[in-house]
Protein backbone atom coordinates (compact mmCIF):
# COMPACT_ATOMS: atom_id res chain seq x y z
CA UNK A 1 0.00 0.00 0.00
CA UNK A 2 1.34 3.71 -0.84
CA UNK A 3 1.42 6.00 2.23
CA UNK A 4 2.94 9.45 1.52
CA UNK A 5 5.20 10.84 3.68
CA UNK A 6 3.45 12.68 5.96
CA UNK A 7 1.58 9.56 6.39
CA UNK A 8 4.86 7.84 7.41
CA UNK A 9 6.38 10.48 9.33
CA UNK A 10 2.64 10.37 11.53
CA UNK A 11 2.78 6.39 11.88
CA UNK A 12 6.97 7.01 13.06
CA UNK A 13 5.69 9.31 15.61
CA UNK A 14 6.20 12.50 14.26
CA UNK A 15 3.03 13.88 16.19
CA UNK A 16 3.35 11.73 19.20
CA UNK A 17 1.96 8.54 20.64
CA UNK A 18 -1.74 9.34 20.31
CA UNK A 19 -1.47 10.01 16.06
CA UNK A 20 0.72 7.16 15.74
CA UNK A 21 -1.86 4.77 17.02
CA UNK A 22 -4.48 5.67 15.12
CA UNK A 23 -2.35 5.79 12.14
CA UNK A 24 -1.44 2.11 12.84
CA UNK A 25 -5.21 1.09 13.21
CA UNK A 26 -6.33 2.74 10.13
CA UNK A 27 -3.14 1.56 7.94
CA UNK A 28 -3.92 -2.42 9.80
CA UNK A 29 -7.53 -2.10 8.38
CA UNK A 30 -6.57 -0.35 5.16
CA UNK A 31 -3.87 -3.39 4.41
CA UNK A 32 -6.14 -5.99 5.36
CA UNK A 33 -8.66 -4.58 2.83
CA UNK A 34 -6.24 -4.18 0.56
CA UNK A 35 -7.01 -0.54 -0.23
CA UNK A 36 -4.41 1.00 -2.77
CA UNK A 37 -4.17 3.80 -0.37
CA UNK A 38 -5.47 6.52 2.29
CA UNK A 39 -8.13 9.24 1.54
CA UNK A 40 -8.43 12.20 2.87
CA UNK A 41 -12.27 12.31 4.79
CA UNK A 42 -13.84 15.74 5.62
CA UNK A 43 -16.16 14.36 8.82
CA UNK A 44 -16.30 11.53 10.82
CA UNK A 45 -19.64 10.38 13.39
CA UNK A 46 -18.39 8.14 15.98
CA UNK A 47 -20.32 5.57 17.66
CA UNK A 48 -19.35 3.06 20.61
CA UNK A 49 -20.32 5.91 23.22
CA UNK A 50 -22.74 4.61 25.72
CA UNK A 51 -20.41 3.58 29.10
CA UNK A 52 -22.82 0.30 29.14
CA UNK A 53 -21.39 -0.68 25.97
CA UNK A 54 -17.24 0.50 25.98
CA UNK A 55 -17.23 -0.72 29.87
CA UNK A 56 -14.21 0.05 32.02
CA UNK A 57 -11.74 -0.48 29.37
CA UNK A 58 -13.05 1.53 26.84
CA UNK A 59 -13.02 4.53 28.94
CA UNK A 60 -9.81 4.05 30.12
CA UNK A 61 -8.77 3.64 26.63
CA UNK A 62 -10.24 6.84 25.70
CA UNK A 63 -9.12 8.81 28.22
CA UNK A 64 -5.72 7.78 27.84
CA UNK A 65 -6.13 8.82 23.86
CA UNK A 66 -7.39 11.74 25.06
CA UNK A 67 -4.39 12.48 27.27
CA UNK A 68 -1.84 11.48 24.55
CA UNK A 69 -3.07 15.19 23.40
CA UNK A 70 -4.24 13.51 19.91
CA UNK A 71 -7.57 15.33 18.61
CA UNK A 72 -10.13 15.01 15.74
CA UNK A 73 -7.80 16.76 12.35
CA UNK A 74 -11.92 16.92 10.50
CA UNK A 75 -14.80 18.54 12.04
CA UNK A 76 -16.71 15.08 14.04
CA UNK A 77 -19.96 14.44 15.71
CA UNK A 78 -20.42 11.35 18.03
CA UNK A 79 -24.10 8.79 18.38
CA UNK A 80 -26.15 8.93 21.51
CA UNK A 81 -24.97 8.05 25.03
CA UNK A 82 -26.52 6.30 27.58
CA UNK A 83 -28.01 8.78 29.25
CA UNK A 84 -29.67 12.16 29.15
CA UNK A 85 -26.90 14.42 30.04
CA UNK A 86 -29.43 16.35 32.20
CA UNK A 87 -32.25 14.17 33.22
CA UNK A 88 -30.48 10.84 33.85
CA UNK A 89 -31.57 10.87 37.49
CA UNK A 90 -34.92 10.82 35.98
CA UNK A 91 -34.13 8.32 33.74
CA UNK A 92 -33.55 5.77 37.21
CA UNK A 93 -29.83 5.88 36.26
CA UNK A 94 -27.30 5.27 39.08
CA UNK A 95 -24.77 7.88 40.12
CA UNK A 96 -22.11 5.65 39.48
CA UNK A 97 -23.16 5.24 36.02
CA UNK A 98 -23.55 8.45 34.90
CA UNK A 99 -20.02 9.69 36.33
CA UNK A 100 -18.18 7.35 34.24
CA UNK A 101 -20.61 8.27 31.35
CA UNK A 102 -19.87 11.94 31.47
CA UNK A 103 -16.04 11.21 32.00
CA UNK A 104 -16.78 9.45 28.21
CA UNK A 105 -18.40 12.62 27.16
CA UNK A 106 -15.23 14.52 28.24
CA UNK A 107 -12.67 12.11 27.01
CA UNK A 108 -14.42 12.69 23.92
CA UNK A 109 -14.88 16.31 23.95
CA UNK A 110 -11.20 16.49 24.48
CA UNK A 111 -10.51 14.35 21.65
CA UNK A 112 -11.85 17.25 19.62
CA UNK A 113 -15.50 15.51 19.10
CA UNK A 114 -18.51 17.57 18.53
CA UNK A 115 -20.93 16.35 21.74
CA UNK A 116 -24.33 15.95 19.29
CA UNK A 117 -25.58 12.58 21.28
CA UNK A 118 -27.35 11.86 17.91
CA UNK A 119 -27.60 9.09 15.79
CA UNK A 120 -28.84 11.05 12.88
CA UNK A 121 -26.26 13.92 11.83
CA UNK A 122 -27.61 14.02 8.74
CA UNK A 123 -30.27 16.23 9.82
CA UNK A 124 -27.71 18.89 11.55
CA UNK A 125 -24.59 18.84 10.42
CA UNK A 126 -23.02 20.99 7.33
CA UNK A 127 -20.95 18.83 5.44
CA UNK A 128 -20.25 19.12 1.63
CA UNK A 129 -21.75 17.41 -1.14
CA UNK A 130 -19.96 14.24 -2.53
CA UNK A 131 -17.81 14.80 -0.30
CA UNK A 132 -15.53 11.20 1.79
CA UNK A 133 -16.63 11.05 4.75
CA UNK A 134 -16.24 8.31 8.02
CA UNK A 135 -18.89 6.84 9.44
CA UNK A 136 -19.61 4.38 12.44
CA UNK A 137 -23.82 3.91 12.94
CA UNK A 138 -25.16 2.07 10.28
CA UNK A 139 -28.29 4.11 9.74
CA UNK A 140 -26.77 7.11 9.75
CA UNK A 141 -24.04 5.06 6.85
CA UNK A 142 -27.32 3.96 4.55
CA UNK A 143 -28.30 7.48 4.88
CA UNK A 144 -25.74 9.28 4.10
CA UNK A 145 -24.68 7.34 0.87
CA UNK A 146 -28.32 6.73 -0.33
CA UNK A 147 -29.67 9.94 0.14
CA UNK A 148 -26.59 12.98 0.80
CA UNK A 149 -24.74 11.47 -2.09
CA UNK A 150 -21.98 11.32 0.60
CA UNK A 151 -19.03 8.69 0.50
CA UNK A 152 -18.59 6.35 3.41
CA UNK A 153 -18.13 2.31 4.36
CA UNK A 154 -19.71 0.69 7.38
CA UNK A 155 -16.35 1.88 9.53
CA UNK A 156 -17.13 0.83 13.02
CA UNK A 157 -17.01 3.17 16.00
CA UNK A 158 -13.08 2.67 17.16
CA UNK A 159 -12.08 2.73 13.27
CA UNK A 160 -14.51 5.67 12.69
CA UNK A 161 -12.51 7.60 16.37
CA UNK A 162 -8.71 6.35 14.55
CA UNK A 163 -9.93 7.91 11.49
CA UNK A 164 -11.34 11.35 13.06
CA UNK A 165 -8.03 11.44 14.42
CA UNK A 166 -5.75 10.94 11.13
CA UNK A 167 -7.99 12.45 9.04
CA UNK A 168 -7.86 9.54 6.55
CA UNK A 169 -9.98 6.17 5.80
CA UNK A 170 -8.96 3.39 3.26
CA UNK A 171 -9.50 4.17 -0.31
CA UNK A 172 -11.84 1.10 -0.51
CA UNK A 173 -15.08 -0.31 -1.35
CA UNK A 174 -18.26 2.56 -1.44
CA UNK A 175 -15.61 5.31 -1.38
CA UNK A 176 -15.11 5.02 -5.19
CA UNK A 177 -17.81 5.52 -7.72
CA UNK A 178 -17.65 2.17 -9.63
CA UNK A 179 -18.83 -0.14 -6.80
CA UNK A 180 -21.38 2.38 -6.14
CA UNK A 181 -23.60 1.33 -9.23
CA UNK A 182 -26.70 -0.59 -8.50
CA UNK A 183 -26.03 -4.29 -8.59
CA UNK A 184 -29.62 -5.90 -8.01
CA UNK A 185 -33.51 -4.58 -8.42
CA UNK A 186 -35.56 -5.02 -5.68
CA UNK A 187 -38.98 -4.38 -7.13
CA UNK A 188 -41.58 -3.31 -4.71
CA UNK A 189 -44.05 -1.92 -7.09
CA UNK A 190 -46.85 -4.14 -6.60
CA UNK A 191 -46.74 -3.26 -2.62
CA UNK A 192 -46.62 0.66 -3.29
CA UNK A 193 -50.03 0.93 -2.25
CA UNK A 194 -49.69 -0.89 0.71
CA UNK A 195 -46.62 0.46 1.77
CA UNK A 196 -47.72 3.91 1.41
CA UNK A 197 -51.15 3.48 2.80
CA UNK A 198 -50.13 1.66 5.90
CA UNK A 199 -46.50 3.36 6.39
CA UNK A 200 -44.63 0.17 6.44
CA UNK A 201 -41.20 1.43 5.55
CA UNK A 202 -39.86 0.17 8.58
CA UNK A 203 -40.98 -3.38 7.55
CA UNK A 204 -40.20 -3.23 4.01
CA UNK A 205 -36.35 -2.09 4.77
CA UNK A 206 -35.49 -5.13 7.34
CA UNK A 207 -36.82 -7.34 4.47
CA UNK A 208 -34.55 -5.57 1.81
CA UNK A 209 -31.68 -6.24 4.33
CA UNK A 210 -32.56 -9.93 5.11
CA UNK A 211 -33.05 -10.35 1.42
CA UNK A 212 -29.98 -8.75 -0.46
CA UNK A 213 -26.46 -9.97 1.42
CA UNK A 214 -24.25 -7.47 -0.99
CA UNK A 215 -23.97 -5.15 -3.31
CA UNK A 216 -26.12 -1.94 -3.82
CA UNK A 217 -29.92 -2.91 -4.32
CA UNK A 218 -31.88 -0.55 -6.78
CA UNK A 219 -35.05 -0.04 -4.86
CA UNK A 220 -38.25 0.18 -7.62
CA UNK A 221 -41.63 1.24 -6.64
CA UNK A 222 -41.66 3.41 -3.41
CA UNK A 223 -43.87 6.07 -3.16
CA UNK A 224 -42.67 9.16 -4.81
CA UNK A 225 -43.48 11.30 -1.78
CA UNK A 226 -41.54 9.13 0.95
CA UNK A 227 -40.93 11.51 3.32
CA UNK A 228 -37.33 11.88 5.28
CA UNK A 229 -38.89 10.00 8.27
CA UNK A 230 -40.10 7.52 6.50
CA UNK A 231 -36.85 7.02 4.17
CA UNK A 232 -34.65 7.10 7.38
CA UNK A 233 -36.93 4.53 8.99
CA UNK A 234 -36.34 2.19 6.18
CA UNK A 235 -32.89 2.45 5.60
CA UNK A 236 -32.02 2.19 9.53
CA UNK A 237 -34.19 -1.57 9.02
CA UNK A 238 -32.17 -2.25 6.19
CA UNK A 239 -28.76 -1.79 8.17
CA UNK A 240 -30.35 -3.96 11.16
CA UNK A 241 -31.23 -6.73 9.41
CA UNK A 242 -28.03 -7.02 7.21
CA UNK A 243 -24.23 -5.72 6.36
CA UNK A 244 -25.42 -3.50 3.20
CA UNK A 245 -24.01 0.00 3.11
CA UNK A 246 -26.21 1.81 0.64
CA UNK A 247 -29.20 1.78 -1.70
CA UNK A 248 -30.34 3.11 -4.66
CA UNK A 249 -33.83 4.62 -4.96
CA UNK A 250 -35.55 4.81 -8.55
CA UNK A 251 -38.45 4.68 -11.12
CA UNK A 252 -36.94 2.97 -13.87
CA UNK A 253 -35.74 -0.11 -14.76
CA UNK A 254 -32.97 -1.50 -16.11
CA UNK A 255 -31.49 -5.55 -16.97
CA UNK A 256 -30.02 -6.12 -13.47
CA UNK A 257 -31.04 -9.24 -11.94
CA UNK A 258 -34.19 -8.59 -9.77
CA UNK A 259 -36.14 -10.15 -6.65
CA UNK A 260 -39.79 -9.12 -6.90
CA UNK A 261 -41.20 -8.55 -3.78
CA UNK A 262 -45.25 -8.88 -3.85
CA UNK A 263 -45.89 -11.17 -0.83
CA UNK A 264 -47.07 -8.96 2.14
CA UNK A 265 -47.05 -11.96 4.29
CA UNK A 266 -43.17 -12.79 3.58
CA UNK A 267 -42.49 -9.35 5.25
CA UNK A 268 -44.21 -9.75 8.11
CA UNK A 269 -43.05 -13.04 8.84
CA UNK A 270 -39.29 -12.11 8.92
CA UNK A 271 -39.63 -9.02 11.13
CA UNK A 272 -37.78 -8.93 14.30
CA UNK A 273 -41.28 -8.66 16.69
CA UNK A 274 -44.85 -9.40 15.96
CA UNK A 275 -47.55 -6.86 15.22
CA UNK A 276 -48.86 -5.42 18.65
CA UNK A 277 -50.42 -2.66 20.86
CA UNK A 278 -49.38 -3.54 24.22
CA UNK A 279 -47.20 -1.72 26.20
CA UNK A 280 -45.12 1.49 26.80
CA UNK A 281 -44.49 3.14 23.36
CA UNK A 282 -40.96 4.34 22.94
CA UNK A 283 -40.44 6.38 19.73
CA UNK A 284 -36.89 8.02 18.12
CA UNK A 285 -34.65 5.10 16.46
CA UNK A 286 -33.14 6.85 14.45
CA UNK A 287 -33.79 9.71 16.57
CA UNK A 288 -36.87 11.79 15.71
CA UNK A 289 -36.70 14.40 13.61
CA UNK A 290 -38.31 18.54 13.91
CA UNK A 291 -40.36 17.48 11.35
CA UNK A 292 -41.68 14.07 13.32
CA UNK A 293 -41.77 15.79 16.73
CA UNK A 294 -44.10 18.77 15.10
CA UNK A 295 -46.20 16.00 13.36
CA UNK A 296 -46.22 13.97 17.15
CA UNK A 297 -46.90 17.85 18.76
CA UNK A 298 -50.16 18.17 16.41
CA UNK A 299 -51.59 14.98 17.42
CA UNK A 300 -50.86 15.98 21.09
CA UNK A 301 -52.50 19.68 20.87
CA UNK A 302 -55.57 18.13 18.92
CA UNK A 303 -56.18 15.21 21.48
CA UNK A 304 -54.12 15.79 24.89
CA UNK A 305 -52.51 13.21 26.53
CA UNK A 306 -51.69 9.98 25.15
CA UNK A 307 -53.60 7.11 27.19
CA UNK A 308 -50.72 4.97 27.65
CA UNK A 309 -46.88 6.39 28.63
CA UNK A 310 -44.98 7.32 25.61
CA UNK A 311 -41.22 8.14 25.94
CA UNK A 312 -39.79 9.98 22.74
CA UNK A 313 -35.41 10.45 22.15
CA UNK A 314 -34.11 12.83 19.86
CA UNK A 315 -30.94 14.65 19.40
CA UNK A 316 -30.26 17.84 22.24
CA UNK A 317 -30.15 19.96 18.43
CA UNK A 318 -34.04 19.39 17.71
CA UNK A 319 -34.80 21.91 20.39
CA UNK A 320 -33.40 24.60 18.48
CA UNK A 321 -35.72 23.55 15.64
CA UNK A 322 -39.08 22.85 17.02
CA UNK A 323 -38.97 24.05 20.51
CA UNK A 324 -43.01 24.90 20.31
CA UNK A 325 -43.21 21.13 18.93
CA UNK A 326 -41.29 19.44 22.23
CA UNK A 327 -42.88 21.98 24.80
CA UNK A 328 -45.78 20.98 23.59
CA UNK A 329 -45.17 16.97 23.91
CA UNK A 330 -43.85 17.49 27.47
CA UNK A 331 -46.93 19.23 28.11
CA UNK A 332 -49.30 16.50 27.35
CA UNK A 333 -47.52 14.29 29.63
CA UNK A 334 -44.95 12.48 26.86
CA UNK A 335 -41.63 11.77 28.44
CA UNK A 336 -38.90 13.60 26.22
CA UNK A 337 -35.37 12.46 26.46
CA UNK A 338 -32.63 13.58 24.67
CA UNK A 339 -29.07 12.53 24.09
CA UNK A 340 -29.70 9.06 23.98
CA UNK A 341 -32.03 6.75 23.05
CA UNK A 342 -34.34 3.03 23.98
CA UNK A 343 -31.34 1.12 22.30
CA UNK A 344 -28.05 2.41 24.15
CA UNK A 345 -30.05 3.59 27.31
CA UNK A 346 -31.35 1.26 30.38
CA UNK A 347 -34.98 0.70 29.53
CA UNK A 348 -35.61 -1.25 32.68
CA UNK A 349 -34.22 1.46 35.07
CA UNK A 350 -36.72 3.53 33.48
CA UNK A 351 -39.41 0.78 34.63
CA UNK A 352 -40.13 -0.50 31.20
CA UNK A 353 -40.75 -4.26 30.30
CA UNK A 354 -43.05 -4.54 27.12
CA UNK A 355 -42.28 -2.16 25.00
CA UNK A 356 -43.88 -1.09 21.73
CA UNK A 357 -42.10 0.64 18.64
CA UNK A 358 -42.10 1.62 15.13
CA UNK A 359 -38.96 0.77 14.24
CA UNK A 360 -37.44 -2.67 13.26
CA UNK A 361 -33.93 -1.44 14.54
CA UNK A 362 -35.39 -1.40 17.96
CA UNK A 363 -37.44 -3.75 17.87
CA UNK A 364 -34.68 -6.46 16.89
CA UNK A 365 -32.24 -4.70 19.36
CA UNK A 366 -34.35 -4.61 22.19
CA UNK A 367 -35.07 -8.39 21.81
CA UNK A 368 -31.97 -9.13 21.95
CA UNK A 369 -31.32 -7.21 25.16
CA UNK A 370 -34.29 -9.41 26.50
CA UNK A 371 -37.88 -7.16 25.97
CA UNK A 372 -41.37 -7.90 25.40
CA UNK A 373 -41.76 -6.07 22.28
CA UNK A 374 -44.34 -5.28 20.17
CA UNK A 375 -44.30 -3.26 16.75
CA UNK A 376 -46.96 -0.89 15.28
CA UNK A 377 -47.05 0.85 12.06
CA UNK A 378 -46.19 4.65 11.56
CA UNK A 379 -49.66 4.90 10.16
CA UNK A 380 -51.53 3.87 13.13
CA UNK A 381 -49.82 6.19 15.58
CA UNK A 382 -52.90 7.81 16.80
CA UNK A 383 -54.96 4.80 17.02
CA UNK A 384 -51.91 3.49 19.60
CA UNK A 385 -51.62 6.75 21.23
CA UNK A 386 -55.49 7.06 22.00
CA UNK A 387 -57.61 4.88 21.16
CA UNK B 1 1.55 -37.41 14.08
CA UNK B 2 3.45 -34.34 12.41
CA UNK B 3 3.69 -31.26 13.12
CA UNK B 4 0.88 -28.97 10.91
CA UNK B 5 2.21 -25.65 9.79
CA UNK B 6 0.43 -22.73 8.34
CA UNK B 7 1.18 -19.76 6.51
CA UNK B 8 -0.75 -17.02 6.25
CA UNK B 9 -0.72 -13.03 6.20
CA UNK B 10 0.52 -11.40 9.19
CA UNK B 11 -2.21 -8.21 10.22
CA UNK B 12 -0.50 -7.94 13.64
CA UNK B 13 2.77 -8.69 15.03
CA UNK B 14 3.38 -10.58 17.98
CA UNK B 15 3.96 -14.17 18.79
CA UNK B 16 2.11 -16.00 21.79
CA UNK B 17 1.64 -19.90 22.30
CA UNK B 18 -1.37 -21.85 23.66
CA UNK B 19 -3.74 -24.47 23.37
CA UNK B 20 -6.18 -24.46 20.10
CA UNK B 21 -9.57 -23.65 20.44
CA UNK B 22 -11.53 -23.71 16.75
CA UNK B 23 -14.60 -22.56 15.82
CA UNK B 24 -16.56 -23.33 12.57
CA UNK B 25 -18.86 -20.14 12.71
CA UNK B 26 -17.83 -16.66 13.20
CA UNK B 27 -17.66 -14.87 17.05
CA UNK B 28 -19.47 -11.74 18.30
CA UNK B 29 -17.30 -10.23 21.04
CA UNK B 30 -19.78 -7.76 21.49
CA UNK B 31 -22.72 -9.68 23.76
CA UNK B 32 -20.62 -13.12 22.14
CA UNK B 33 -17.67 -12.76 25.10
CA UNK B 34 -17.72 -11.91 28.55
CA UNK B 35 -15.34 -8.78 28.62
CA UNK B 36 -14.54 -9.59 31.95
CA UNK B 37 -13.99 -13.36 31.95
CA UNK B 38 -13.07 -14.58 28.55
CA UNK B 39 -16.27 -16.76 28.40
CA UNK B 40 -18.26 -17.20 25.29
CA UNK B 41 -22.11 -16.86 25.81
CA UNK B 42 -23.92 -16.38 22.58
CA UNK B 43 -26.16 -18.83 23.38
CA UNK B 44 -26.13 -22.09 20.74
CA UNK B 45 -22.53 -20.94 20.05
CA UNK B 46 -20.13 -24.02 19.31
CA UNK B 47 -17.56 -22.31 21.72
CA UNK B 48 -20.43 -21.55 24.22
CA UNK B 49 -19.14 -22.14 27.61
CA UNK B 50 -15.32 -21.92 26.60
CA UNK B 51 -12.63 -19.25 27.53
CA UNK B 52 -11.13 -17.95 24.94
CA UNK B 53 -8.23 -16.44 27.70
CA UNK B 54 -4.71 -17.41 26.73
CA UNK B 55 -5.76 -19.98 23.84
CA UNK B 56 -5.04 -19.34 19.83
CA UNK B 57 -8.26 -18.79 18.70
CA UNK B 58 -8.97 -20.13 15.25
CA UNK B 59 -12.43 -18.70 13.67
CA UNK B 60 -13.33 -17.47 10.06
CA UNK B 61 -13.99 -14.31 10.55
CA UNK B 62 -15.85 -11.25 13.20
CA UNK B 63 -19.22 -9.87 13.13
CA UNK B 64 -21.31 -8.13 15.37
CA UNK B 65 -21.21 -4.82 16.81
CA UNK B 66 -17.73 -2.62 16.11
CA UNK B 67 -17.80 -2.18 19.80
CA UNK B 68 -16.32 -5.60 19.90
CA UNK B 69 -12.80 -4.53 19.40
CA UNK B 70 -12.96 -2.46 23.18
CA UNK B 71 -14.31 -6.39 24.51
CA UNK B 72 -10.23 -7.18 22.97
CA UNK B 73 -9.23 -4.46 24.85
CA UNK B 74 -11.21 -5.15 28.16
CA UNK B 75 -9.95 -8.63 28.14
CA UNK B 76 -6.38 -7.45 27.59
CA UNK B 77 -6.79 -5.58 30.73
CA UNK B 78 -7.68 -8.48 32.73
CA UNK B 79 -5.07 -10.94 31.64
CA UNK B 80 -7.73 -13.01 29.67
CA UNK B 81 -7.04 -11.88 25.98
CA UNK B 82 -6.26 -14.52 23.75
CA UNK B 83 -2.78 -15.32 22.68
CA UNK B 84 -2.99 -15.16 19.18
CA UNK B 85 -6.21 -14.94 16.60
CA UNK B 86 -6.58 -16.96 13.07
CA UNK B 87 -8.87 -15.58 10.83
CA UNK B 88 -9.96 -16.99 7.25
CA UNK B 89 -10.80 -13.30 6.61
CA UNK B 90 -10.02 -10.76 9.67
CA UNK B 91 -12.60 -7.70 9.09
CA UNK B 92 -12.19 -4.40 10.61
CA UNK B 93 -13.80 -5.23 14.41
CA UNK B 94 -10.93 -8.15 14.98
CA UNK B 95 -8.42 -6.06 13.21
CA UNK B 96 -8.80 -2.76 15.16
CA UNK B 97 -9.43 -4.89 18.56
CA UNK B 98 -5.61 -6.46 18.16
CA UNK B 99 -4.19 -3.51 17.28
CA UNK B 100 -5.46 -1.95 20.46
CA UNK B 101 -4.95 -4.94 22.69
CA UNK B 102 -1.70 -6.24 21.18
CA UNK B 103 -2.76 -9.64 19.97
CA UNK B 104 -0.98 -11.23 17.43
CA UNK B 105 -3.55 -11.74 14.18
CA UNK B 106 -3.23 -13.38 11.05
CA UNK B 107 -5.43 -14.13 8.25
CA UNK B 108 -6.15 -16.06 4.89
CA UNK B 109 -3.69 -19.23 6.58
CA UNK B 110 -2.55 -21.63 3.07
CA UNK B 111 -4.63 -24.38 4.46
CA UNK B 112 -7.96 -24.22 5.95
CA UNK B 113 -7.48 -24.67 9.16
CA UNK B 114 -10.92 -25.40 10.00
CA UNK B 115 -10.30 -29.00 8.33
CA UNK B 116 -7.24 -29.37 9.69
CA UNK B 117 -7.28 -28.17 13.46
CA UNK B 118 -9.06 -29.25 16.29
CA UNK B 119 -9.64 -27.67 20.05
CA UNK B 120 -7.14 -29.19 22.19
CA UNK B 121 -4.34 -29.28 20.02
CA UNK B 122 -1.27 -26.89 21.19
CA UNK B 123 0.22 -24.26 19.06
CA UNK B 124 2.30 -21.52 18.55
CA UNK B 125 1.26 -18.47 16.78
CA UNK B 126 3.88 -15.77 15.41
CA UNK B 127 3.60 -12.41 13.15
CA UNK B 128 6.32 -10.68 11.70
CA UNK B 129 5.74 -7.98 9.02
CA UNK B 130 3.30 -9.47 6.53
CA UNK B 131 4.41 -12.98 7.00
CA UNK B 132 2.83 -14.93 9.79
CA UNK B 133 2.71 -19.15 10.76
CA UNK B 134 1.10 -21.03 12.93
CA UNK B 135 2.25 -24.34 14.22
CA UNK B 136 0.38 -27.15 15.66
CA UNK B 137 1.45 -29.89 17.58
CA UNK B 138 -1.38 -32.73 18.54
Redesign the interface.
Given at each position: MHLTREEEAILAGSMGDGYA?AM??VV??A???EAPRLIRIEHAHI??ISYK??????L??LESLAESGAKASVPATINPAGMDLEKWRRMGISEEFALKQLRVIRALTKLGLKPTLTCTPYLYEKIPRRAQVAW?ESNAVLYANSICELYTNR?????AL?EAIVGRAPYVDYRIDENRKPTVIVDLRSLKRDIRQRSLYAAVGYFIGRMVKEGVPLLLGLPPDMTLAETKLMLAAIGTSGSLTMVRLGDSDSGLPRVRVSNLQDIFAELPAALSDEGVVALGCPHLSPGELSRLANLASKYGKPKRRVIVFTARAAKRYAPKALEILVRQGFEVYYDTCMVVADLKAMGVDEVLVDSAKAAYYLS?QGFNVGLFLRSDIKRILYD | MRKIVIGG?G??EGYGGGELLVSPEPISF??GVD?LTGVVREPNHPLEGKSIAGKILVFPRGKG???G???L??L??RGKAPAGIVNIR????I???C??AEVPLM?RPDKNPLEVLKSGMWGRITVQGRKARLEVIP
Open positions: KKVKVEALSGNIGESGKFAEGGPLMT | RLVYGPSTVSYVLSKDSEPIIVGVLD
